[in-house]
């Protein structure tokens, strides 16, 4: 099993200590990106893992690169081109007040990716899983044509894909909706993550709860072998909850099953609870668990991932297990 | 609209981490006071907001005047003088463990500040609101005398005046009662923020509650047409909740009108929280929003100040009105 | 009054901002130790403490003894010896990610102290109460035996001796279980805090709740005047309460006296919380308080503890009595 | 008096303790751009210093602003647009290795500058001197329109206007040399800063020596009052020498003046030390001070900027002046 | 041998990395103060070191003496006592840049310390050698007079008293020049360090070189045994030369010893040379070494205090020994 | 060319800002050992570099591991065990006061390394070069055998083998001669890095200079295809020189080849100096560079390294070359 994950990978900024852009006269420097945050997670779990990305040949590029090996992650099917590295700029929020991101990844080496940039086919040569995200094809028709590049050579060598819709308003900048590019492409895919309000915007899906949802999205989809979601509450910014669903034809009672809820008090950093749940996932079904344990595992790793900093999921399967056993209380191992 | 801040800035120094002051071996340096804090909330929202004071012409006393300007507080009014910069250490508390505050600000340019060292027509100049507090009377005779001075200009000048009572016990050391100067000054004043106690010590008026108070203050002083309040109920140092009251002869049918009350969990930095109340209300008063507009923008705001570090409350119009519509859940923006 | 404690001080590196091992690019670095935290709560407190252990004579070794001086403990009795000094590393915990302790300790001075190494008729000289506990026996057999050395000395020069069973799973590598060392020792032991797993482990000693517990201990220990026990709930990491217990057959009326219950939510260092409540403890019996206040001290010292970082308590007796008064607002004082 | 300087201003980030780029996980973050570090230093020498650019209005862009206010620079007459702020990343060599930069500034709110943004006459209203750099014009031809029209504009005002030609090898990307650009930029600027191979480059005037440079320039150029240039030799990057030269067909003796040769050893900051010239050249020329003591002050102020952390030049008229007087000593003021 | 120490400890502020004030926000926590600079170098020294002060009983106060504790300095002398503890802060230089202090000690409890306050037979008691400087009576008279007390009881128990004139020209505000109060409490020393200009100032003594000086001063107060002096060479702010010169009527051939001169390039912090000269000196002539010995211990002492961040001299025997043995290679010790 | 190196990576703990170990609350983080320090090296070249060693399957352990991961090493050939981690505690000289180094590795994973735990036929497969040192022997006879293990598979699969003969003075604790161990394994190597002093001490050969020296050595093993030295003049801390020896008898004209002298002023960290060296010969050897070009080429290398923070050389190619063709003057490369 080898999971090939796609996608831009970006220099993280954050204010140390919760102070607000304004007051700010340092940055923490993390690294993170949809898809990366997910490898990693994988990495970590013991899985082999890579990573394909396009990143200028500098020493920010490299660094990129190299905190990604640092994990465990294989970044050298990656390649060198573009004019910078995307970034973004994080402002943690703290209870009532929340979090902010400026994002400044115009013209990064994944927004100007072209078809043909990437050789898919020694890309994805031994790969079990190809995982991408929504977020790729919205910064440039050129990166949806190369994701779409991408998912055909994939479907072709019958890798399994795995897409997260992960919508973001911001981007999608370019001439086109979202309504005109992702069906196509999820038409390549066999595993879904998303939530209702993304699945109408790109497929003009609607349904009255997750269940009708989901029905109509794998009647519409039928390549679609899994199809998950998450619910949040947010009491406020450091107190949510989290809850994993997971709905397939071929489950033999339930379509849908979820997951236990997670009461999640003093969250350290919320960034990347998405891509834990997606790691999560893919693990478990990749890994031919009980679809009930997948979605158990899916659901405690992205509840875990609250509380470590950065975007990225550092954590074991032993750990993520623990909390399934109900081991909440945080006591100190030693 | 010009509103001038008068009173003392101080270096505000903190142990990192919230280390006690025996642990320390560094402290984070900011700027603050009372009246400075309302100048810079004002300067945030947008409006034109400026600040009198009096430091030594030091490196410590331009960088207080620079910060402000930093935050968008025009200074350029304060004069040079006196032997040295107030200073506070501030040592933050957490859970039941609560804050604590050393004052170092005795001999500071406010301390020694006489009556004619300031040139108040000048200062006032195109002001139409001017603001100060209980603090800078409680420190010596002569700043009384200067803070008289001021008033009595303003009042000339047709400038609405605002207090904020501020009772701090280990001041007023200088022989005087608080109840043989602050009602002479508070006569030249048109808005008042104040609790029972202070009202009770400085002015001996007591009642059953808030409502009572209240109306006995305003039957006192007839120069009042505003009269505020806020109430703190502390479940321990970190969860808080946060309420306003407002109160005027004018208001057509309930002559007090109150603020949604704000639950406090997780704070980060409550010192200020009343000078964004203050500065909130001024921002509704003098921009002549509905009375219960004006309470609720002022509660909001210092209820979002109780999540920014340092004094200063770094917050806009926007934020704050995004907290008055319900947004509490801290999502994060991007 | 004078108060010695006997044991092993360690360097503690904790990787900053909860970051986890394999993030950090720094330690925080801190000393502590079992017995040293009871040193230094009590040196706080204002009472005469006094330390001994076995350290390298290198920078490392003075530093830590330094550390102990600048928070008012006498280290003089302490010898230099042994190839290095122990250390742990610590990961704080965040939420429902509990904290991480990998001990290094091995080969420290004290886990190759030996009898004779400290002359303990000169240690003990003038002192009126030895504190040990169930961690240096467990280092090494030669350590087993320099406790048991210093615990005959005690008692032959009349000074009450306290014990906390502490049990540390870890550590036992020498080829003796506890079952085969600490009842000898605890028979040289006037008081003992220990929860009930603990003593089951060590004396075989089992019962259907706390009292009976004890009352069987105390039937087996006739020496034992006081026995302690806390009992902490764990919500989450960040999240639990605490609450002590002490018993003695002294007592006229109920055996077993209880403390309040504290809920103790934003934790901020949860290590040495049971060396707080040891140290209050010995405060309030050493100075012969009432048995319920000497349980309410101790526990609300413990409690505070979770408020304070590194392994020390530094607190007052002010502090701690504030809380027992029932001051959990954590309130600003200026 | 009044300097109104134009160009750009950028986020500096430099990786703390001379860490390379692979290295680091924090930046510093300070902000700089040649011609905001001109102005910083004329606010910083008491004069009244403004300044004028395009940033986006975001809290990065407002941090920007906020941060030359903080240092006396009145930022009002700045506009708010483009798409992000331009940022920079520094690190700093040591000895034998040296800095490197990574511009990260295309598309930021001056290279999409256009003519007409800025109301010039406006800008202007009450400036004696203007002063701008060869950056602006290379960044994209919409900013070297935009520079044309403030310069124009600032000459039919009969506004001083000064220019540091400050090349940039990796700017100028739009299609342009900068002989097609410079010449006609040049001819509406009065004073002028610039090394030999940058006169070469953009005017094709080449001489054996400075004196027939500036001689050939000055018949080219018979709009320029004063010509500038300066020499710096690098025994290392933290070991470097400095010395500064002005010539002017107006001195009645010699046309070339020289400054004394300063050695600097240990330097902190290298970056902006031509600015820092610049700024001391226009405060002596400005105040009409001896041309001799206009070229030694500017060379002093740029000496002692290599020992200042950041872009900008903090630093006082008396403290250049002291250097002047020969006091190297670096001796402790107390 | 047991040394005293009296004198003011102060808290030192120091903005990190060479910052200048107006761009920090932090600074570095240290203590410092001429003569506890002393004890400290004379307890790392492995000497029995002992501290008076008059600190206020806060937070503060009481860090400042458990900082002298960590590094071996019986501070238990001391009383409480006085509004503020003193502070100062420290800009530190680079290169050319000189470093800047901004004293803040007015008001503390050694300004305001009174004859009788310090029991000084009880502080006295055990002591062979007492260690004062010229800044305790720059203060205020009353300091002045109970350093006289201090000193005439020191003289009348036989206790050996030593002097650094240590002259700060800010001091002396309370209406005395030092010619009015130095030479009475000279004539109760033994001891003296000082240079020429202080000599001239402090007692109207003034020669062609060092030892017309020293002559002259011996022949003035023929109490004093040995008087010593340090001359330094500023290249610039981190490069300076060091020497040391011992005197005495009692030396059988040259009355006057220098020591060798040490150059010193790349300093790390100067403030404390002078102080860790006179922990030398006394080290050297309370031990009886042979006077050569002395001022080259000395000598040696305080150039490695230039290479030690803090006032405090933090250094062995053993490598001050290594030093005078000529090992300047500053080779790493594996 | 696939070059992979043996021996020990530990966790380097080094107080912040050149403070000493008595000053420090933090210890900077980074990891190195003489052989890792090589194999990062040869990666930032761009070499394929590899590295095995023993660790303990920690979260340090892996730590270390995924360090060397993110500088572009392949550890997977590394194995798990052991009881700890080695450290070393580093205490950053300046000046005339030298750096120190506390070692704390016993028992870690490599000292308890055995004969049979490597898979020497696995790890060395597909490998052209192998580098180990001579601190790997010292620390323990089993590590000494295993070392001779992997020497033998090596000359038994042609792999040509490197070693840095490193003494470490406070190693060999057990029992064993480096003259009774050292012949043997360097009968087994092809190339050798090592001084006069430890060539003596290990094998008993002396000369009047280092030609002789190499002389006698070559023909005592004269598996030996080329010898290097290095010699190092230290002026103090922070200012050496640095030059390259190296020999060969297959060198046609003169048998020793020396590099270019540099000066090192200002250096920032020279521990790894002498491996930056090994790791230039290592790359100019194993390419067939010219000799000359090769002893350049380390020299150069290694004296960069000197201005690079940490263990590790992280260093390009071109910037090598860059020094080696003269550019010391430490410009601003943008």
């Known amino acids: 099993m080898k999971i090939l994950c796609f996608g831009e990978i970006m220099m993280r900024l954050t204010p140390p200590n919760q102070q607000r852009f304004l007051q700010t006269t340092q940055f923490d420097l993390q690294f993170g990106?949809?898809?990366?945050?997910?490898?990693?997670?994988?990495?970590?779990?013991?899985?082999?893992?890579?990573?394909?990305?396009?990143?200028?040949?500098?020493?920010?590029?490299?660094?990129?690169?190299?905190?990604?090996?640092?994990?465990?992650?294989?970044a050298t099917p990656s390649v060198f081109g573009g004019a910078r590295l995307g970034l973004y700029f994080l402002e943690m929020g703290a209870g009532l007040r929340g979090s902010k991101v400026i994002y400044d990844r115009a013209n990064s080496g994944v927004a100007t990716l072209e078809k043909g940039m990437i050789d898919w086919e020694k890309a994805l040569n031994g790969v079990t899983w190809l995982h991408w995200s929504g977020i790729t094809p919205a910064v440039s028709q050129s990166a949806a044509d190369a994701t779409l590049e991408a998912l055909q050579m994939a479907q072709k060598m019958n890798i399994t894909v795995s897409c997260d819709l992960n919508y973001r308003a911001n981007l999608w900048q370019y001439g086109k909706q979202p309504s005109e590019i992702m069906p196509e492409l999820l038409r390549n895919s066999n595993v879904m993550l998303g939530d209702g309000d993304t699945i109408a915007l790109y497929f003009g899906i609607k349904g009255a709860d997750y269940a009708e949802i989901f029905e109509k999205t794998a009647a519409e989809f039928p390549n679609l072998d899994y199809l998950a979601m998450t619910a949040r509450k947010a009491f406020h910014a450091s107190h949510n909850t989290y809850k994993g669903f997971l709905y397939s034809t071929h489950f033999e009672n339930d379509k849908m099953i979820e997951s236990k809820e997670y009461d999640m008090p003093e969250i350290l950093d919320r960034i990347g609870g998405g891509d834990a749940f997606m790691a999560g996932l893919i693990y478990g079904l990749a890994k031919n668990t009980p679809p009930q344990y997948a979605v158990e595992f899916a659901t405690a790793a992205a509840t875990l991932k609250h509380y470590i900093r950065g975007d990225f999921n550092v954590l074991t399967v032993a750990e993520v297990e623990s909390l399934m056993k109900g081991n909440t209380g945080g006591r100190v191992s030693r």
Chains 1, 2, 3, 4, 5, 6 share one sequence.
Do not use: C, H, I, M
């Open 33 to 74: 990106g949809s898809e990366a945050n997910v490898a990693v997670s994988l990495a970590q779990f013991g899985e082999n893992a890579a990573y394909v990305t396009r990143v200028p040949n500098s020493d920010l590029g490299r660094a990129a690169l190299g905190e990604l090996a640092k994990y465990g992650v294989d």
